[in-house]
């Protein structure tokens, strides 16, 4: 039987309780990447009425952005962009930031965050919504990084003649993101910008 720490509430634990926790923690933590692959297979059963599922979506985007030559953060970043569509879809681009935030440059997790936004280019008019939504982010050091992520990798990625790469394609580079010291200021980057294509 597992061992258990003996407190109720956290302020009772002791450094023997927060000793046997730490390991555990660091254990689940490190199957993170899995777990977020799993949660990306799920998304074939999400959201009805496209021409392909979410998941085919989320794959489309990422192979683009890896054959344009895309690094490690921007290809990871494509493919979980809207992994939020399942459990937070008033706010899939806000959820998908926080999950990518500890491990990649600032400049993809801010695209991610706002990508949402920049998409109502495209559609907003058709929804009653303000298509030029993004508007209220022109100037940031990001915001052409956006326009772009949206423009040849997100909202081009609808479609069921472009073959793309499978999930397991994926796999070592998301392993290698989540498997990052999270935080890393020679990850995070602050201000940084790498391009979106080579």
């Known amino acids: 039987m597992q061992q258990k720490v003996k407190f109720t509430a956290m302020k009772d634990g002791d450094k023997a309780d927060y000793d046997l926790l730490h ?8 199957g993170t990447a899995d777990r977020l ?11 009805s009425g496209y021409q392909i599922t979410r998941l085919g979506h989320s794959l489309q985007s990422a192979t683009r952005a890896h054959r344009d030559g ?17 459990f937070a879809p008033y706010n899939h681009d806000e959820y998908a930031a926080s ?32 298509q ?6 022109r100037g940031h050091i990001y915001f052409d990084d956006c326009a772009a992520f949206c423009e ?6 609808f479609d ?27 990850v995070i980057r602050p201000g940084a910008r790498e391009p979106l294509a080579v």
């Open 23 to 30: 390991p555990l923690e660091v254990e689940y933590a490190s």
């Open 37 to 47: 692959l799993n949660a990306l297979v799920s998304l074939d059963e999400s959201l």
């Open 70 to 86: 895309a690094d490690i953060d921007w290809v990871v970043s494509a493919l979980l962009h809207d992994i939020g569509d399942i």
């Open 99 to 130: 999950i990518l935030k500890p491990f990649v440059r600032e400049q993809c997790t801010w695209v991610v965050e706002k990508h949402g936004d920049f998409q109502m280019l495209y559609y907003g008019h058709h929804v009653g919504g303000d």
């Open 132 to 137: 030029h939504k993004r508007d209220v982010y």
């Open 152 to 157: 040849r990798w997100d909202q081009s990625s």
């Open 160 to 186: 069921p003649g472009y073959t793309h790469e499978e999930i397991d394609f994926f796999r070592d580079v998301v392993r290698e993101v989540f498997a990052r010291e999270p935080y890393d200021p020679s």
